[in-house]
Structure formats: structure tokens, C-alpha cells
């Protein structure tokens, strides 16, 4: 059974500064993984899609990697704004014909002024 | 493109009555919908997988006599909460998806709070 897990639990930053958020996933056959936020009170906006022959995705001042064999995805967020507070998940699909994501138990990001 | 709305954003009710949320794909058909449940600072659990025009598909644990979902049309689901009680007060997110998609669009949520 796939899992999947989101360290640190909650993160707090002053701005400016480049921060990076772990995901790690138990089985590493995976269809893709994928970074979401999530802001108080409201829905999911998709960050990144990375399928699982790509290695990384960039958008902005984001940058998500994926390393299938140790089971790993990070999201580097440069330059941290204290617009990128939320609460960041990330979600895998194990196979193609799996539409059900499983997703880490998030990251809370707050970026102090 | 894809986006998802729910209604009514937040509700609240009397113990015992009856709540249906609506889940709407308003720019694309969605041929599967998802609903989802989160406790505060938690994840996302899923309820429950529906495929339109078939019975929706219960994770192991949620009761599928409390929780109906109907996934009548292509742009459509609802999620209908029976006899509601002061723990079944969550925030209930829907996604939905297209057969091709690589991913799920997700509504903003609703606030439910059973008093």
C-alpha cells in the first residue's frame, strides 16, 4: 500500500529566504506525483505535475524534482514571499489506471515578514 | 480552463436533518468525481470515487447509507449527508476529472457545521 509522507509538518521562514519541502512515497512505481497548495479554508490549486519519467518541473519560483528510486520529491521555493504561506501536498498517482491520489499529510508554510 | 465549483460554500444545520452538496465541472465533462474529507490541519481523506452513471465506489470505513453520492450527468456530482450529527461537521472537498487528464480539478470546499 502506497504512502506517503510530508516532513517538516510546519515550517516558518523569514522572507526572502529559499526553502525546501520533502515528500517522500514508500512505493516507487508511481504513474506521476504532484505538488498542491492549499490555502485556509479553500480548496486545492495544482503547483507542479511531474510524470514519473521526468526529473524535475519548473514554474516561476518554483521547482519540484522527483527521484522514483529512493522514493523521494522536494519543492524548492526561492526567494519565499509571504504570499507562499499555505499549507503545501503533495499527492501520488500510482499507475495509470489508479485515479485515486494518495496524499502526504501536508507541509504548513508561514513566511514572516 | 477546468474549473471545479461547489455549493453552497458553507452550511450549517440542525442535528438530524438532511445536507446535499452540489459538485459542478463548469468548463469540461467530467466522467469521474471525487469527494473528499478533512479535518482541521489534516489531510485530505477520500469518501468515496464516482464514475457518471454508475454507483459510486466507498472507501473502507465510510458509511455509503450516510453518505449518498449521485453522479448523474457528466457535469454533476452531489453528495448528500443523511441525518447529519455534530461529528459529521468537516470541511468536504470534490474533485473531478476527464478519462484523459493526468490529474483532478478541485472545488473550493464546503464548510459543514451540524449543530
Known amino acids: 500500500k502506497q504512502e506517503v509522507t510530508q516532513i517538516p509538518a510546519a515550517l516558518s521562514v523569514p522572507e526572502g529566504e529559499n526553502l525546501v519541502l520533502n515528500c517522500s512515497f514508500t512505493d516507487s512505481a508511481i504513474y506521476n506525483l504532484q505538488w498542491f497548495r492549499q490555502d485556509p479554508g479553500k480548496g486545492l490549486t495544482s503547483l507542479l505535475l511531474i510524470q514519473s519519467s521526468q526529473r524535475e518541473q519548473t514554474s516561476g519560483r518554483l521547482n519540484a524534482s522527483l527521484d522514483k528510486s529512493s522514493g523521494r520529491s522536494t519543492l524548492y521555493i526561492a526567494a519565499s514571499q509571504p504570499g507562499d504561506s499555505a499549507t503545501y501536498l503533495c499527492?501520488?498517482?500510482?499507475?495509470?489506471?489508479?485515479?485515486?491520489?494518495?496524499f502526504g499529510q501536508g507541509t504548513r508554510l508561514t513566511i514572516n515578514p | 480552463g477546468a474549473v471545479v465549483s461547489q455549493h453552497p460554500s458553507w452550511v450549517i444545520c440542525k442535528s438530524g436533518t438532511s445536507v446535499k452538496i452540489e459538485c459542478r465541472s463548469l468548463d469540461f465533462q467530467a466522467t469521474t468525481m471525487f469527494w473528499y474529507r478533512q479535518f482541521p490541519k489534516q489531510s485530505l481523506m477520500l469518501m468515496a470515487t464516482?464514475?457518471?452513471?454508475?454507483?459510486?465506489?466507498?472507501e473502507q470505513g465510510v458509511e455509503k447509507d450516510k453518505f449518498l453520492i449521485n453522479h448523474a450527468s457528466l457535469t454533476l456530482s452531489t453528495l448528500t449527508v443523511t441525518s447529519a450529527h455534530p461529528e459529521d461537521s468537516s470541511f468536504y472537498i470534490c474533485?473531478?476529472?476527464?478519462?484523459?487528464?493526468?490529474?483532478?480539478?478541485f472545488g473550493p470546499g464546503t464548510r459543514l457545521l451540524v449543530l
Open positions: 464516482s464514475n457518471e452513471g454508475s454507483k459510486a465506489t466507498y
Open positions: 499527492a501520488v498517482r500510482p499507475h495509470m489506471g489508479a485515479q485515486k491520489l494518495v
Open positions: 474533485s473531478a476529472s476527464w478519462v484523459a487528464m493526468e490529474t483532478q480539478y
